[in-house]
């Protein structure tokens, strides 16, 4: 084990980048080193900055801060305001924050601290203003030259980071998984559907100890694994409509559907969508810029995706909570302003720009729209790095899709290993997963700074990142909490219960009816649904989507985001009444039990137990014929919470 | 509550207790308990009004609307012009006319202000009267009245939403709203697709499975469903469904809501698209009808920044039909002293103009403005037929009676007949007795309805 601070690292400056608050250095390198203080202590980023978060942020932020005092941080409180440092560290006596707050002059018009609140402030001044010290990321040593490793080994060494800080809280784990829940969730996870009832029961018959690990590898084979990932990641770049709809973009999913099954490593990705040019219907890439027009749009949904940063703030000022200045948002959009695109094609041109400018290579005006800065000349400029010196007639996006993915970007690895975590664990190690920020920092910075290695070195190799993960311990664990860890939302101590996606619940509903009878399409994006979709006609699972998606873009995985009239839909729908072809299949099966292991299985990835046995069989007796009675068990088993949910 | 998570046990034993009381287990199960009660009449005895928000999603210019400028200087005065209202020395704008003439049923409020002029945290702002923190869910002011107006025999939701986000926040998922995308439709699903016995067993049945899955695994999720697929069914077994179906209503009456309006064109991506405005006015008058105590209507175009003007001529003209027909028709029915109607957006627009694109005219529009706004309120048996603030003859200001969301949120509530000083306890989501408000005994994390330094409107009372 070799320790990393702002001035030693084994992999570049990006990894620096990585250990939580300390990002991009702004502290010097000693804090790094700083041991551990005593839980109990009071510091400033945990104790402190949510009570000014909700008492004085709204005045003193960075916006425009009144009295010049801005806050937001440490070390901006110490500098102080128009009236000097607003903090004495061990002194609340001769701090002007502490004489405030306890005469009541602050916050003023506004709700007054509560006393619990006025003596944590106090608490903190008194014991020196101490900041949260940031973990010591320590990674272990890879050899000279080693690319990816082993991904068992790989995933002992995330079981090892979270298992040390459960022990450290002294929260217990929850046990393992049984077969069933791991198999179900791990369809979900990677192909995006639950197994047929034929998969479910080969897996859970099958004896082999090795069993998790060859599914795992399997289902990364599928292509039904690029299909469900194309669709991820498209639904990341396509905005939703001025409605608020989903609009499928088909090539361009087709596209990153075929891209995730040939495993191309994640930066050739990103260049080929960021360098995109041409027709749609040559390069679906181009995809990327139909949909997000505008240098503006553009920098957006860049940041968000390839940076894990939400700088929509700083398009019009500097971000009030962040680092961010309106020039680091412009900064970015210069490299765009070459960028023409219309409905089916992306063009690179040059000539339009270069008589407004100034300066000659990348550039942009800021916009009449902004509220500040409007009309001033900004330099195509990387994200908190380097002006880099480009030919006045660009190309200008090949120069930001090498940087975007190189070892200098520190946040490149860093975003993509954060989003593909809370894929899989329902959260972020930062939370939200696109805002990386110095008051969010990482719920485990080593893990994030490990695996952001790992993906790096392995060559930005997604399936490799994915088995790493879904090896783990702590994926394959069980979600039902055990006695102390049923508070636990962040040290994984159990599984998150996720909610199905709008897109995964339609493709599940189509195996749970047995449509995977009808014949595997093998070039069709997704052969289960699109039989599916074929027997419900037109764009049926386009409708179903944008009726049952959440409708607040800002919910989580975990949130059940279904209301009434959805509900009503999986109640009083045609087909969930009628239970498809997996209950024409029992018609004439006269075995209760045989039935009912069935219906299970093709719902719910598991037998019934026998307590449920006991339960429906005697509803079952009671129905006129026997294809009425399966049809009302797989109304209740689709109905299900435990159907909905992947736990 | 012994151990340290004592919390998160009895939250989720209370959603338990609560799903499990409200869906009468003790009676005669799941479906039967509620057949039995769905034939009460919902809002019998209920102390609380009912209120109608008429949310204009993007941020209404007061310029254009109730807040007008004619001696300004030009920008704040803008293309249009002022007319004379029913109430003397009142005036409004040109396209409003039917609105001028229920100025006597109005209450301006020119003065609003706040802090936050963008879309995240403004509608936030105004529509739970607080601003948005990582670890507080504030609930929509449709998810108090949700709670506040609780009532198991209702038999049909508390909150629809023809459109909207925000939900219950920290309190129980069942205050959450029915949102409604489409006013016209959503009532295809609403018949059972097998006979009523059938389904009662079917029922019953997926509450034992339910009840067993809940057990070993309280998720949050898990509990949500449970509360969703309650509304549901008791939804299903209301005889008062019909109550979405606005073919029931004459077409004269349809047709004086405004509904059926073509969509607008040409007034650029903000201002064009349909909006079934009408629709949703009518859906909220029957709703309120059949005793749904809280409804919200969205009219998303008012982001003008451009098309300013014939944006305004044409939505001017789609509220101006369907917020009088509806104030008109709730009056006519004896419900308009017991319903409140809000019209506000969260914010308001710039005196100064803003330059959209290179073709001069039609593009002005005005940017985001939280200074000085206006928001309407009609009914709920206030004193209507006035206006609240002034602003400056530039509108750059508020002059007099500044109104903060605070401020406004009480007012709303105590309209309604809320406690708006009442506290709830953010970690369970029910209310704390008046006794041990402020206390923080029992890890409860005490949370008032309104934010701390309100002073409600009491010209209006």
């Known amino acids: ?159 090892r980071e979270i298992d040390q800080r459960l022990a450290r809280a002294k929260v217990p784990a929850s046990p393992p998984a049984d077969d069933s829940a791991f198999l179900r969730r791990v369809y979900l996870d990677i192909v995006g559907r639950i197994p047929t009832a034929e998969q479910a029961a080969a897996f859970l018959d099958d004896e082999n100890p090795d069993k998790r690990r060859k599914l795992i590898d399997d289902l990364l084979a599928s292509p039904e694994y690029g299909t469900h990932f194309g669709t991820v990641w498209h639904n990341l770049i396509v905005p939703l409509d001025e409605n608020k709809r989903r609009i499928y973009q088909p090539p361009l999913m087709q596209w990153l ?49 390839f940076h894990g940063l939400k700088l929509d703030c700083a398009e019009c000022h500097d971000h009030p909570f962040t680092r961010w200045k309106q020039q680091d948002f412009w900064g970015m959009a210069a490299f765009f302003t070459q960028v023409k695109a219309n409905r089916e094609a992306v063009t690179e041109a040059p000539a339009n720009r270069a008589k407004e400018l100034k300066t000659p290579g990348a550039a942009i005006v800021i916009p009449a729209t902004a509220f500040t800065g409007a009309g001033s000349e900004i330099r195509g400029r990387f994200l908190g790095g380097a002006q880099p010196v480009l030919e006045d007639k660009g190309p200008l996006r090949p120069a930001l899709a090498a940087w975007i993915t190189s ?34 920092p990482p719920s485990h910075a080593t893990l994030l700074a490990l695996l952001a290695d790992e993906f790096a070195s392995s060559g930005f190799d997604r399936k490799h990142l994915i088995r790493c993960l879904c090896l783990t311990k702590v994926y394959q664990r069980s979600s039902r909490p055990v006695a102390g860890n049923e508070a636990d939302a962040l040290l994984l101590s159990r599984m998150a219960v996720k909610v199905m996606s709008a897109e995964v619940l339609f493709d599940s509903l189509g195996v749970a009816l047995g449509f995977e009878n009808l014949g595997t399409p093998p070039k069709a994006l997704n052969s289960l649904p699109v039989a599916f979709q074929r027997s419900l006609g037109g764009n049926a699972r386009t409708q179903f989507v944008n009726f049952f998606k959440d409708p607040n873009e800002q919910a989580e995985a975990m949130d059940y985001g279904h209301g009434i009239l959805q509900v009503l839909r999986l109640v009083n729908g045609p087909q969930f009444n009628n239970g498809g072809l997996t209950v024409n299949s029992l018609a004439k099966v006269e075995n209760p039990s045989r039935a009912l292991e069935a219906l299970f299985l093709s719902t719910l990835a598991r037998r019934p137990t026998a307590a449920e046995v006991q339960r429906l069989s005697p509803y079952l007796a009671r129905q006129k014929n026997l294809r009425d009675g399966y049809a009302g068990v797989f109304w209740i088993l689709i109905n299900s919470s435990e159907f909905l949910v992947n736990h | 509550m012994t151990s340290s998570h004592g919390n998160s046990i009895s939250r989720r034993d209370w959603l338990r207790l609560s799903v499990a009381g409200a869906l009468g287990l003790s009676g005669s199960g799941w479906f039967g308990g509620l057949a039995n009660r769905a034939s009460g009449a919902a809002g019998q005895g209920r102390k609380i009004k009912s209120c109608i928000l008429l949310w204009m999603g993007g941020g209404p210019s007061q310029l254009e609307t109730f807040d007008m400028k004619p001696d300004g200087p030009e920008e704040s005065r803008g293309e249009l012009k002022p007319i004379a209202t029913s109430v003397p020395g009142i005036q409004i704008c040109e396209h409003l006319p039917k609105l001028a003439q229920q100025t006597g049923d109005l209450a301006i409020l020119r003065s609003m202000s706040h802090n936050f002029p963008d879309h995240d945290r403004g509608p936030i702002l105004m529509q739970t009267g607080f601003i948005r923190r990582p670890n507080l869910a504030h609930p929509h002011m449709g998810a108090v009245v949700s709670a506040e107006a609780d009532d198991p025999e209702r038999g049909l939701p508390a909150f629809v939403s023809v459109g909207t986000v925000p939900g219950p926040g920290f309190l129980s998922p069942r205050h959450g709203p029915m949102i409604m995308g489409d006013p016209t439709k959503g009532t295809e699903d609403f018949k059972l697709a097998t006979d ?266």
């Open chain 2, 196 to 461: 009523t016995q059938k389904f009662g067993q079917r029922v019953e049945l997926l509450q034992a499975q339910e009840e067993e899955f809940h057990k070993h695994l309280p998720a949050q999720a898990v509990a949500a469903h449970r509360s969703a697929y309650l509304q549901a069914t008791r939804l299903l077994n209301s005889n008062k469904l019909k109550a979405f179906d606005l073919a029931e209503e004459p077409v004269k009456v349809r047709e004086a809501y405004g509904c059926n309006r073509p969509a607008p064109k040409g007034l650029g991506k903000r201002g064009s698209g349909e909006v079934k405005f009408g629709e949703g006015c009518l859906l909220a008058r029957r709703l309120v009808e059949a005793g749904v105590p809280f409804v919200e209507v969205c009219h998303n175009r008012w982001d003008n920044h451009d098309y300013i003007f014939p944006s305004i001529q044409y939505h001017g003209a789609v509220i101006d039909d369907s917020m009088s027909a509806l104030i008109v028709d709730l009056k006519e029915r004896g419900l308009l002293d017991s319903t409140l109607i809000i019209w506000m957006g969260e914010m308001g627009r710039t005196p100064k103009f803003q330059r959209g694109g290179t073709n001069g005219g039609p593009t002005v529009g005005r940017d985001h403005f939280t200074a000085a706004y206006t928001a309407v309120l009609a009914g709920g048996g206030l004193k209507t037929g006035q206006v609240i603030g002034r602003t400056s003859k530039d509108g750059s200001a508020v002059e007099d009676r500044p109104i903060s969301p605070p401020d406004f949120m009480a007012t709303v509530y105590k309209a309604l007949g809320i406690d708006f000083t009442k506290e709830y306890n953010a970690r369970d989501g029910k209310p704390i007795e008046a006794a041990r408000q402020g206390s923080q005994a029992n890890g409860a994390q005490p949370v008032r309805l309104v934010e701390k330094g309100e002073k409600p409107v009491e010209e209006l009372f």
């Open chain 1, 257 to 305: 559907a075929d891209d995730c099954n040939r495993n191309e490593p994640w930066d050739k990705t990103v260049k080929g969508l960021l360098t995109a040019e041409g027709a749609i219907a040559k390069n679906p890439a181009a995809v990327f810029f139909t949909t997000n027009p505008e240098p503006n749009q553009l920098t957006i949904t860049a940041s968000r995706l």
């Open chain 1, 1 to 159: 084990m070799k320790p990393i601070c702002a001035a030693v690292s084994s992999t570049g400056a990006w990894a620096v980048a990585a250990v939580g608050i300390v990002f991009l250095a702004a502290v010097p390198a000693s804090r790094a080193a700083d041991p551990t203080p005593p839980a109990a202590s009071v510091t400033f980023e945990q104790d402190v900055l949510p009570i000014l978060r909700t008492h004085c942020l709204n005045c003193h932020n960075g916006l425009k801060p009144k009295a010049d005092l801005d806050l937001r941080t440490r070390d901006a409180i110490l500098k102080g305001g128009k009236h000097g440092p607003s903090v004495v560290p061990g002194k609340p006596a001769e701090s002007p924050l502490w004489d405030e707050i306890a005469s009541g002059n602050m916050p003023r018009g506004k709700a007054a601290l509560t006393d619990p609140e006025k003596q944590t402030i106090r608490a903190w001044i008194a014991g020196g203003a101490a900041g949260r010290p940031a973990e010591v990321v320590r990674l272990p040593e890879r050899s000279p030259g080693q690319q990816g490793r082993d991904p068992v080994a790989m995933a002992a060494l995330i079981d």
């Open chain 1, 407 to 440: 070892e200098q970007n520190p946040f490149f690895a860093r975003a993509t290993v954060n989003r593909l975590w809370s894929h899989f664990f329902g959260r972020g190690l930062v939370h939200p997963v696109d805002d990386f920020h110095e008051d969010n």
